[in-house]
């Protein structure tokens, strides 16, 4: 198989001196020390694993022969989707957010899994399930975007609405450009149907501390302001420098079942 990135795995996290290690962690609680005093902060550590939760949770991504982690099929429809015998994740975003980069990232741990994309225009977009071992199924919805065809959008509804074994929704949102028209559909989608859902900022080492800062407390007020559904702490991720990687595997087997205490670091 390829070999995985450098810091995929917690141990390499680990030889990082401390403040670097932090940003790669928690890199919400990294970015804290540059707010004005007196923001509060008290949602970026709603959920703040320690090590011991956070190895868990990795084991959980690494494959092995009594452990497979592997994509199972595609469905264009409901009745196509594998029977739903474990828990579900599933990940939904714009098309071009990140979220294949993402999802590949996840699974870095397990690199014989292939994260196929159909990116060519007038491809049909597909529901991908993956099953990691025996503990849940992660699905990577097609991304959305301005010219969603009905079929697809019919797709995604009919998923989200009938899944009784979906956790939780992950939402990403681009962190060089932020919440975004069609992200708010999505929103007002996930808030009618009243399903737990997280959100995911993407791509942040591609942007300025400021513009993260700026494009996290929009988020966070948004949230706060206009959400019931969602999870008041966002989740920041890079694919590229692995930022956010470990916490979000910690949260995905947290919400799977799979990691019944998580205590706090
Ligand atoms: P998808 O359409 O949502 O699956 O998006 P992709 O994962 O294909 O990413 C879209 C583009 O953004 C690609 O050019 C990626 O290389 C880039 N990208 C994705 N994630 C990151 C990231 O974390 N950092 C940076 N710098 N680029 C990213």
């Known amino acids: 198989g390829r070999a995985s990135p450098p810091l995929a795995a917690l141990s390499h996290v680990l030889r990082l001196e401390r403040s670097r290690r932090t940003g790669i962690v928690f890199p919400l609680q990294k970015l804290e020390r540059y707010l004005a005093p007196g923001t509060d902060t008290a949602r970026f550590r709603l959920f703040q694993p320690g090590l011991a939760a956070l190895q868990r949770a990795e084991a959980l991504f690494r494959s092995d022969r009594g452990h497979p982690i592997d994509y199972v099929s595609s469905a264009v429809r409901m009745d196509h989707a594998p029977p739903p015998a474990l828990p579900d994740v599933c990940f939904i975003g714009r098309s071009n957010v990140g979220k294949s980069s993402l999802i590949r990232a996840l699974f870095s741990l397990a690199p014989e899994v292939e994260v196929r994309v159909s990116k060519t225009p007038g491809h049909t977009k597909k529901m991908n399930f993956f099953k990691v071992g025996k503990y849940f199924t992660l699905v990577d919805m097609p991304g ?24 939780r929704t992950f939402l990403l949102v681009d962190g060089v450009v932020g919440l975004q028209k069609t992200d708010n559909i999505a929103v007002e989608m996930l808030e009618e149907f009243g399903i737990p859902y997280v959100m995911v900022l993407t791509k942040i080492d591609r942007v300025s501390r400021g513009v993260l800062l700026k494009n996290v407390l929009e988020i966070q007020e948004f949230v706060k302001e206009n959400t019931q559904g969602c999870f008041p702490q966002l989740f920041l991720v ?25 205590e706090a670091s």
Do not use: I, W
Request: charged content about 20%; some cysteine; hydrophobic content about 40%.
């Open 238 to 262: 890079s694919s590229v420098e692995f930022s956010g990687v470990h916490l979000l595997r910690c949260f995905v087997a947290h919400v799977t079942g799979n990691l019944p205490t998580v």
């Open 144 to 167: 959305y975007g301005y010219r969603a065809p009905q079929d697809f959008v019919e797709m995604v509804e009919a998923y989200l609405q009938e899944r009784h074994n979906l956790k």
